[in-house]
């Protein structure tokens, strides 16, 4: 089944503790995204990959790293993790870097940092 | 950069009516206008989209009308059912941007029975 798929679903965790999101994709897409999704503030883009070892930021990058050491994994990482990085996650991908490719979304991830 | 901005944020309708939700962008430049829809607990999920060269699409009981001149772009929904309770989300991309969507902040729309 074509999917994208995060992990952990669920996590709280506390100031400063490194953490790891990470996100994966069965669909040999190009390109993927991390977001941000807070309320009444729609989702925001952390960062995006268009290619292995290709990624740059999104419109909320601060506090955030990400790798693309392979196509199909996009992890996230958290290396000191503050309260207002509390949030939901989604990770999303799609084909190609064509502006008009549909994005697939994951399940999203849940963080708590307390 | 590109702003999208959607309204409103809350809308109740009765079963059997019609639904309409607007959005704004602001880049002129902008090519592809999705929307996505976000049942509660679950992940976004691409309902109907747009592209730039077209003034208007329908599926079924869904329809999204685009005027390029004004830059706006709005989301039908017909006949709706308790099924079509959920958040709406439009977004945008730009032309030569990759492929960045740029969200509205989400129209939670409640049907009543």
């Known amino acids: 089944e074509a999917q994208v798929t995060q992990n952990p679903r669920y996590l709280i965790t506390v100031t400063g503790k490194k953490l790891t999101v990470t996100c994966s994709q069965n669909m040999n897409h190009e390109y993927m995204s991390w977001y941000r999704q807070d309320p009444g503030l729609g989702l925001r883009q952390i960062y995006y990959s268009m290619n292995v070892e290709v990624t740059d930021k999104g419109d909320v990058p601060e506090g955030y790293k990400v790798s693309r050491k392979e196509k199909r994994n996009f992890p996230l990482i958290l290396e000191s993790p503050s309260p207002n990085q509390t949030s939901l996650y989604f990770c999303a991908s799609s084909l190609s870097t064509s502006s008009t490719d549909t994005q697939y979304f994951g399940p999203g991830t849940r963080l708590t940092v307390l | 950069g590109e702003n999208v901005e959607q309204h409103p944020s809350t809308l109740s309708v009765q079963e059997g009516d019609s639904a309409v939700i607007k959005c704004t962008y602001s880049d002129s430049a902008s090519n592809y206008f999705p929307w996505y829809k976000q049942e509660l607990g679950k992940r976004p999920q691409l309902i109907i989209d747009i592209r730039s060269n077209v003034g208007e699409k329908k599926d079924q009981r869904i329809a999204v009308t685009l005027n390029k001149t004004a830059k706006h772009f709005s989301l039908h929904i017909t006949e709706t059912q308790p099924e079509d309770s959920a958040v709406y989300f439009c977004?945008?991309?730009?032309?030569?941007?990759?492929?960045?969507?740029?969200f509205g902040t989400g129209t939670q729309l409640k049907v009543e029975l």
């Open positions: 977004a945008a991309t730009l032309t030569g941007g990759g492929n960045k969507l740029t």
